[in-house]
């Protein structure tokens, strides 16, 4: 899609300005978050191939590191 004003959604430029402002003591709700439900979902993960191997590419360094 080009260039155009309705590019940027709304809710997710929110939410992002919102975190950016939290008081550094606030506990990071991110935390609570499974990442294994989300890679494993079926859906979260389709189409994202970059990421997908980027996620491939964590668990073999970090497999690595645990085995040596």
Do not use: C
Not at 10 to 25: G, R
Not at 32 to 61: A, F, M, P
Request: charged share 30%; glycine share 4%; hydrophobic share 30%.
């Amino acid at each position: 899609m080009p260039f155009s004003s309705e590019n940027i959604e709304i809710k997710s430029a929110l939410i992002v300005i919102n975190f950016k402002q939290w008081n550094p003591e606030t506990s990071d709700p991110i935390e609570k978050v499974k990442e294994e439900q989300y890679i494993e979902d079926g859906y979260t993960l389709n189409g994202q191939h970059g990421l997908k191997e980027y996620i491939k590419i964590l668990e073999r360094e970090r497999n690595q590191r645990n085995n040596s």
